[in-house]
């Protein structure tokens, strides 16, 4: 069954910093708010070996693979087989991230794999040059983040969220906008979505927070208050 990223979207991107029960807990709350927002799309991507835990638990997020290889079953010991994933119960995947780089020809294998199954590709770029090559090879989604803005705090700036999600568009319409570098308060959250992205996300500022369930929520609620206040229901 192929899911659809709708507007907005938020994704939690836990990376390693959690697993297991823990993982589970915070994929429940998120969850929470995917049913109290059907509207818009909650997306937590996790550790290949907690995908299918956390789609048993869960009805309403999309659960999220944090990388597949473009191969098909058969020959590949230490690669990330995509049927696997999807299998497990992953329906959408990161590919690309700054933590985890692509060649092009590797990145493009891995991108008509997803396709193949139904597993749709949001795609890392840190520059407006390659959004637009990503744009052109297909990608679902975008996440235009900077990679010297990771785990800063510090988000881009209104020009750069500006000039990415003209540039996509002007390529394909469809493609969705995520725009997370930095991202580490709900006003964080608030103002990304103003300036115009799709969707946005965050990794340590719900990690490391006092209550990484109450931040969840928060980041969430102001995803859907800046999308509606931006005119859009």
Known sequence: MTVEIKKPFFVFNPKSYLYGEELVKLAKVA?????KYPECSVLVTV???DIAPVKNETENIIVTAQHID???PGRGIGHVLPESVYHAGARAVFLN???RPMTVADLSK???RGKELGIKTIVCADSID???AVAIMGADAILCEPTELIGTGQTSDSSYIQQTNQAIKEIDENILVMQAAGISTPEDVYRTI???ADGTGCTSGITNADSPADMLIDMID???KAYTERGNQ
């Open 130 to 132: 390659e959004a637009r």
């Open 110 to 112: 891995a991108m008509k």
């Open 222 to 224: 102001a995803l859907m």
């Open 97 to 99: 991230h700054a933590e």
């Open 194 to 196: 103003e300036l115009g």
């Open 70 to 72: 473009g191969i098909k």
């Open 31 to 35: 969850d929470q708010m995917a049913a």
């Open 47 to 49: 550790p290949f070996a």
